[in-house]
């Protein structure tokens, strides 16, 4: 069964414009942990944002948000004031259980979002 | 935030021989590595997490005789594809935890795309 579920593979959004990329999971663990990842063209993972499963409150970073939904098991990125640089992959992810470090991340099937200018 | 070095970023090699990729925690320890592939337009499918000092533990599916994974230090693990063919040509990527609890958790090197020809 599918754990992470993106259901979006692509969009495009006007630049300066807002932006909301789906995730659902599904896990049986109450501790947990969620990330979305952007990977541009050049492949390299860059960590966006995290939220723990028992954190009370919405996880922001910058222009970024996390809209967390835990009785929906949705995690959804906010993108505020999209700009052309946003354009790239977008990897919503899960740590089941505890933090350890030998604890898995596994991946979403990926968003491809497109600023237009 | 931490930094993880993988090389070679691409690699060109020829079917049936060898190539490593090496990934190295440059400022933490890792005693936990995790290889990631990536076909293209697709997600992050985990392959295997590396254990410092003991043997791999691969994800079902993934040959671990076609994909050695040593991890001899605690910052540095390798993987070996042992007689590439060409549809072993991915994007691999490696990712290693910090020891102590951190938001961002998991932090990646650039990634090597092999292609075998």
């Known amino acids: 069964a599918q754990k992470i579920t993106q259901t979006q593979p692509g969009m495009f959004v006007q630049e300066k414009e807002a932006v909301t990329l789906d995730c659902t999971y599904d896990?049986?663990?109450?501790?947990?942990?969620l990330f979305w990842y952007k990977q541009p063209s050049s492949g390299e993972m860059i960590f966006l944002i995290y939220?723990?499963?028992?954190?009370?409150q919405n996880a922001t970073e910058g222009r970024y948000s996390l809209n967390f939904q835990k009785a929906r098991k949705s995690a959804n990125l906010v993108i505020s004031a999209s700009q052309l640089g946003d354009s790239a992959m977008y990897f919503c992810?899960?740590?089941?259980?505890?933090?350890?470090?030998?604890?898995?991340?596994?991946f979403g099937s990926g968003t491809r979002l497109s600023i237009r200018p | 935030g931490a930094v993880v070095s993988q090389h070679p970023s691409w690699v060109i090699c020829k079917s049936g021989t060898s190539v490593k990729i090496e990934c190295r925690s440059l400022d933490f320890q890792a005693t936990t590595m995790f290889w990631y592939r990536q076909f293209p337009k697709q997600s992050l499918m985990l392959m295997a997490t590396?254990?410092?000092?003991?043997?791999?533990?691969?994800e079902q599916g993934v040959e671990k005789d076609k994909f050695l994974i040593n991890h001899a230090s605690l910052t540095l693990s390798t993987l070996t594809v042992t007689s590439a063919h060409p549809e072993d040509s991915s994007f691999y990527i490696c990712?290693?935890?910090?020891?102590?609890?951190?938001?961002?958790?998991?932090?990646f090197g650039q990634g090597t795309r092999l292609t075998v020809v």
């Open positions: 896990t049986s663990d109450q501790s947990y942990g």
């Open positions: 939220q723990g499963s028992y954190d009370e």
């Open positions: 590396s254990n410092e000092g003991s043997k791999a533990t691969y």
């Open positions: 990712s290693a935890r910090v020891g102590a609890p951190m938001n961002t958790e998991a932090f």
């Open positions: 992810a899960m740590r089941e259980g505890r933090y350890s470090s030998a604890s898995k991340i596994i």
